[in-house]
T-cell receptor, first 108, second 113 residues
């Protein structure tokens, strides 16, 4: 079993819909990272969080340390949000363990 | 200008050839990493370096070697490329302390025929 599991693996939404991507992990962590990878391949950091909730524009990330679970929400989704969203956890020693990613497609 | 750069961005090579992928950073970070990404799998750590004199193997180091020429440069070599090394390769950097957030380069798409 992977230490970091994401769901769903694939998600198709209509423009304007509220989107949730989930990440569950089975190890102790110091922080969790949400990353975005566009079709061109580059990886961009969205959030790094160790507790609570963070918001940036239409993106919201939450984490529940006790339940070992994090969610990434996108409000008022737009076709430009189409990308792969990757959850990664810091196990300690500065090493990241990555989920397989969620492929999001937002249709207009 | 990008803080973390990788060269080349795309490379097609043949089985048995020696290949070097280069990573440079202007962030002043001590820690640098090489990852490999295969379709449907999470990124996997190949090698990492916490400073110029420190090199460590990651999860999948077989068939790869690295060189940390300076704080700002970290190169990944495939001594004799094989087709199952076809993948997307990412370099990343992070600070030694503080947030430890990793910052990624744009990736190198390598195809081994």
């Amino acid at each position: 079993k992977n230490e970091v599991e994401q769901s769903p693996q694939n998600l198709t939404a209509q423009e304007g819909e509220f989107i949730t991507i989930n990440c569950s992990y089975s190890v102790g962590i110091s922080a969790l990272h949400w990353l975005q990878q566009h079709p061109g391949g580059g990886i961009v950091s969205l959030f790094m969080l160790s507790s609570g909730k963070k918001k940036h524009g239409r993106l919201i990330a939450t984490i529940n340390i006790q339940e070992k679970h994090s969610s990434l929400h996108i409000t008022a989704s737009h076709p430009r949000d189409s990308a792969v969203y990757i959850c990664a956890v810091y196990k300690g020693g500065n090493k990241l363990v990555f989920g397989a990613g969620t492929i999001l497609r937002v249709k207009s | 200008d990008a803080d973390v750069t990788q060269t080349p961005r795309n490379r097609i090579t043949k089985t048995g050839k020696r290949i070097m992928l280069e990573c440079s950073q202007t962030k002043g970070h001590d820690r640098m990493y090489w990852y490999r990404q295969d379709p449907g799998l999470g990124l996997q750590l190949i090698y990492y370096s916490f400073d110029v004199k420190d090199i460590n193997k990651g999860e999948i180091s077989d068939g790869y070697s690295v060189s940390r020429q300076a704080q700002a440069k970290f190169s990944l070599s495939l001594e004799s490329a094989i087709p199952n090394q076809t993948a997307l390769y990412f370099c990343a950097t992070s600070e030694t302390s503080g947030r430890n957030e990793q910052f990624f380069g744009p990736g190198t798409r390598l195809t081994v025929l």
